[in-house]
């Protein structure tokens, strides 16, 4: 998918898609990384419009405001429009055992709460439905949670030495793992695939 810059317009565009179409649209692997810088630089520039006391500033902050309320507003209703999605794949999924269920345009994030959904959905069709089919009485036990063991692992080869060029949000990658977030000037070795798409979009240069 092309590279798109994040504006009021194309979150509108974005949300028209998801809205007219039942299949999850594609959107760029940074796009919260994205979405997330496009609203830390407006409430940026509200507050630069609330310390300045001049008309001209009062009226661009009221601008400045709608904006600010339009973007949450139509990022909640993307959200929730693919939100019910991934819940309405992962039921088919659980219920069919299909293998040709297309994942591929979910985000990380998305990714990690279909297969949490899945998991939970085939627990309870297994533990209640078929069990009651056999003639028995519903199984589903609580799982207990386990602590994880922490193992260091050995360092990465090949990664890309980069440095920031502005300050960036944390963001979770498609090994589910968070990075960040990062300075201005911070320099950090990260994935040549990672390291690209920050250079590409005006981010981070090569250190």
């Known amino acids: 998918m092309g590279e798109i810059k994040i504006t009021l317009e194309t979150l509108y565009d974005i949300l028209r898609n998801e809205k007219k179409r ?30 300045s006391e001049s008309i001209f500033a ?24 693919r939100e019910k999605k ?4 992962a039921l ?11 994942t591929s345009y979910m985000l990380a994030e998305e990714k990690e709460f279909y297969n949490q959904i899945l998991s939970r959905l085939d627990e309870q069709r ?10 028995d009485l519903p199984n589903v036990q ?16 090949g990664l890309t030495k980069i440095r920031f060029l502005h300050a960036t949000p944390s963001f979770v990658w498609k090994d589910l793992k968070n990075y960040g977030p990062f ?19 005006g981010r981070a240069e090569k250190a």
């Open 142 to 157: 609580e799982k207990k949670a386990v602590p994880k063991v922490v193992k260091e692992e050995p360092k990465e080869e």
């Open 92 to 102: 088919n999924k659980s219920r069919t055992g299909s293998d040709i269920i297309d």
């Open 22 to 51: 039942d299949d999850l649209q594609e959107l760029e692997a940074s796009f919260f990384m994205d979405v997330a810088t496009y609203l830390r630089e407006k409430k940026g520039l509200l507050d630069l419009k609330t310390e």
């Open 126 to 135: 297994t533990g209640v439905l078929l069990t009651l089919l056999k003639g």
């Open 183 to 201: 300075e201005e000037d911070e320099e950090t070795e990260i994935f040549p695939e990672v390291a690209e798409l920050l250079i590409r979009k």
């Open 86 to 89: 991934i819940i309405d794949i």
């Open 58 to 81: 009062a009226s661009e902050k009221e601008k400045v405001e709608y904006e600010l309320k339009s973007i949450k507003r139509i990022l909640k209703e993307i959200y929730e429009k």
